[in-house]
């Protein structure tokens, strides 16, 4: 089990003394421990193995949702979860059911995403016996979860649900999965109901509250005041611990700029002056160049290093891991500086970049405490003007851009759509700006995985946490509209936007018709490109423009867009539209946005567009392409 942050407080955690009950069937003793830990809506799709709890949720005040596919219902769990900071709870039967819900359980484990996974199992008596519909649930997810529990004893039930909420939430959060065998299901006790204090006192071993050492946080302070370029990088441990309140204090206090990964988009105002956007493979060339330094541009990797400009001597990393997405080659990565490195995850430390100071601790507790640290010194006695005038040159050099290449006039696919209508040609980036523009930025924005989440990340500039999910660690295609409903579910009055690609989007596309029943008003755009444009941008980086089965239109009619969006979603009964020009852009989404059931607009674009910046795997800033010849 892992150590990190956003402990919660539920109803039960109140509770004084141990509560026995009156006798019950173990399914309704289940229910009643979900309601009690405040669980509010559950993403079940029932089964063999789980129809008795479904029994029992008929009767429940907790939501059913009913999923048209496990994996859907699991990724809406995730999308409910990462925008609440509360436990996700998605459930399938056994067998099939429970395996529909791994990739969300590893999803979730990779971006410390808290979910409670529940699947149904068969009898005890003929677990191990190749039973029908048997799946070894808890050897399978063994390396993707921060705990599991198989439940041999109806009498456990109480624990092990509290146990598995305060675990899924507190420290670093992640995945737990519950593996409930049916005969237990179908069997009476009296319950009882533990206390939150017992449950911590019973997991010998699982410190969720661990604190930075008092000397060492006066030591940070030291390395700010001693420093001319610092950097203050910052993950997603900034969201989960509630830190971005404490993370812009700290930050105006001291007048470090900020970058942030892709899973800390929102931890850190992207409109605040001291903001550098995000960093890495996609992201923007300044903040790379302030972390790593600015190079004379390499044609290939044999190519010498040539320094141009110094980046930061002063690294403070809080609440991240050191992704490879963003450090490119570890061992050039903020090559020189100083790295201190905050986190509650122990094992995160020195795992991929090796720190110069690695703190061991909350960050919310590291920044606040921080913060009062400061004040009492009264304010940092350093500044930092020639840095701040290196950042605000590198800002207007490389910002953010995008525009028609030659090869989007000259490419095929728009010729088929847009003869004579180059100048109408709809990129992508350019549709996000103008989501952002019409929504005022306040949105919250899923995607799934491609070209369109760089751009989502790129064109969307996120104010507050919690504002962006996305599989950023795993990855996972067809993310995006699942995760909307959940997201959508938890905030029914906010706008809730799905950014994804044609690619993503089929991958779960039955979940429209959740999105009908359930009337989850969430929206999606597709950047319609009819292609796997991540992989054909590196095909035509790496691999000559050779098309390795990347092509997902009709090789039969490649005029045709494919599939017919507007016809598949008006078949669930939620109102599609597509547009080709730009001049019908902006029409299209304020209708989209006006909608007040869920609503999906097809946004035909240029699979010859690629996100830039772009520095490739396992390279170095040197080698990033930063801009493009118009």
Not at 96 to 105: C, D, F, H, K, M
Not at 325 to 334: D, I, L, M, W
Not at 385 to 407: L, N
Not at 553 to 574: E, H, K, L, M
Request: hydrophobic share 40%; with cysteine.
């Amino acid at each position: 089990m892992s150590n990190v942050t956003n402990s919660s407080s539920t109803p039960a955690a109140a509770t004084t003394a141990r509560e026995v009950g009156p006798s019950m069937f173990g399914r309704d003793i289940f229910v009643e421990a979900l309601e009690r830990e405040g669980v509010e809506v559950i993403f079940a799709y029932p089964g063999g193995a789980s129809m008795e709890l479904h029994q029992s949720l008929t009767k429940s005040k907790i939501r059913t949702i009913l999923p048209r596919h496990e994996q859907g219902g699991s990724f809406a769990a995730e999308g409910y979860a990462r925008s609440t900071g509360k436990a996700g709870v998605c459930m399938g039967t056994s067998g099939p059911g429970a395996t529909n819900l791994v990739t969300a359980i590893a999803d979730a484990y990779m971006d410390s995403t808290p979910l409670v996974a529940i699947s149904g199992q068969v009898p005890q008596a003929m677990i191990g016996r190749g039973a029908f519909q048997e799946t070894d649930m808890i050897g399978v997810t063994l390396p993707i979860v921060k705990h599991s529990y198989l439940i041999t004893d109806i009498n456990d039930i109480p624990r092990i649900v509290k146990e598995a909420f305060y675990i899924a939430q507190s420290g670093r959060p992640g995945p737990v999965v519950i593996d409930f065998p049916k005969n237990l299901q179908q069997v009476k006790t009296q319950p009882v109901w533990p206390i939150l204090e017992d449950i911590k006192k019973g997991l010998r071993g699982y410190n969720a509250n661990v604190v930075a050492d008092e000397r060492v946080l006066d030591e940070i302070i030291g390395h700010i005041e001693q420093a001319e370029r610092p950097v203050l990088y910052c993950g997603g441990g900034i969201i989960t611990s509630g830190a971005a309140g404490e993370l812009l204090k700290f930050a105006e206090s001291t007048g470090i700029p900020v970058t942030t990964t892709l899973m800390g988009l929102g931890g850190f105002p992207e409109i605040h002056p001291l903001s550098l956007r995000w960093l890495g493979m996609h992201g923007a060339a300044y903040a790379n160049w302030a972390v790593n330094g600015e190079y004379v541009q390499r044609k290939s990797p044999s190519e010498p290093l040539v320094k141009l400009k110094d980046g930061c001597d002063l690294l403070l990393a809080f609440g991240v891991r050191f992704d490879d997405r963003v450090t490119g080659a570890f061992s050039e990565f903020a090559k020189g500086a100083t790295i201190i490195h905050v986190d509650i995850d122990a094992s995160e430390h020195n795992k991929n970049k090796r720190a110069n100071l690695a703190v061991h601790g909350d960050v919310h507790d590291a920044l606040a405490r921080l913060n009062t640290l400061i004040t009492r010194r009264e304010g940092i006695k350093r500044r930092y003007d020639p840095w701040h005038a290196q950042i605000a040159e590198w800002k207007a050099r490389a910002p953010f851009a995008y525009g028609i290449t030659k090869e989007i006039a000259n490419s095929d696919h728009m010729k088929d759509h847009m003869v004579g209508q180059e100048q109408e040609v709809i990129l992508p980036q350019m549709v996000i700006e103008m989501l952002y523009e019409l929504t005022g930025g306040d949105a919250y924005i899923t995607t799934g995985v491609g070209q369109h989440q760089m751009w989502a990340g790129q064109w969307y500039k996120y104010k507050f946490a919690r504002q962006l999910i996305t599989s950023a660690g795993l990855g996972s295609m067809g993310f995006g509209f699942p995760a909307a409903l959940g997201v959508k579910v938890a905030h029914p009055d906010k706008q809730v936007i799905d950014i994804d690609g044609d690619g993503s989007f089929l991958m779960n596309i039955q979940e429209l018709a959740t999105a009908h029943v359930e009337k989850i008003a969430a929206k999606a755009i597709i950047l319609n490109n009819q292609h796997l444009g991540m992989v054909v941008q590196w095909e035509d980086n790496f691999y000559k423009g050779n098309r390795g089965h990347t092509y997902l239109g009709n090789p039969d009619d490649r005029a045709q867009i494919y599939p017919d969006y507007v016809r598949v979603c008006t078949s669930f009964n939620v109102p599609c539209e597509r547009v080709m020009f730009k001049r019908d852009l902006k029409a299209a989404l304020q209708r989209m946005l006006a909608a007040t059931t869920p609503y999906v607009l097809d946004v035909v674009t240029p699979y010859a567009e690629h996100v830039l910046p772009f520095i490739p795997a396992n390279r170095t800033v040197a080698d990033m392409i930063w801009k493009t010849d118009k």
